[in-house]
């Protein structure tokens, strides 16, 4: 069974910058995808961005030119780097691998099998 754990969420003023990490330990099991998504308080989770194992990637309009999804395959590890943070921004990010049969489900989270704990981002302005 694969367990992923983020790390690398905090507290940052607008305009900052946040790495978020995502490691992934146990037995791999067949995935397409990798996501993060995020979820702010009384709103629904979000998809923020994906990398699919072809390498395509894709991002959310609000955060386009901003994030920057990535991993390293040897280590098993996944990266978000966020740049120019918002208050928007603010809320629990969580990261996700899964087999996706479409490429257009990237952000729907119920096509994802493997999820972190979550790490929390909060941007003040």
């Known amino acids: 069974q694969v367990r992923l754990v983020e790390s690398g969420g905090g507290s940052v003023q607008a305009g900052g910058s946040l790495r978020l990490s995502c490691t992934a330990s146990?037995?791999?099991?067949?995935?397409?995808?990798m996501a993060w998504f995020r979820q702010a308080p009384g709103q629904g989770r979000e998809g923020v961005a994906a990398?699919?194992?072809?390498?395509?990637?894709y991002y959310a309009d609000a955060v386009k030119a901003r994030f920057t999804i990535s991993q390293d395959t040897a280590t098993r590890t996944k990266y978000l780097q966020m740049n120019d943070l918002k208050p928007e921004d603010t809320a629990m990010y969580y990261c996700?691998?899964?087999?996706?049969?479409?490429?257009?489900?990237?952000?729907?989270?119920?096509?994802?099998?493997?999820w972190g704990q979550g790490t929390q981002v909060t941007v003040s302005s």
């Open positions: 996700a691998t899964g087999l996706l049969h479409s490429l257009d489900d990237w952000a729907r989270d119920e096509e994802y099998k493997n």
């Open positions: 146990g037995i791999p099991d067949r995935t397409n995808f």
């Open positions: 990398r699919w194992a072809g390498g395509r990637t």
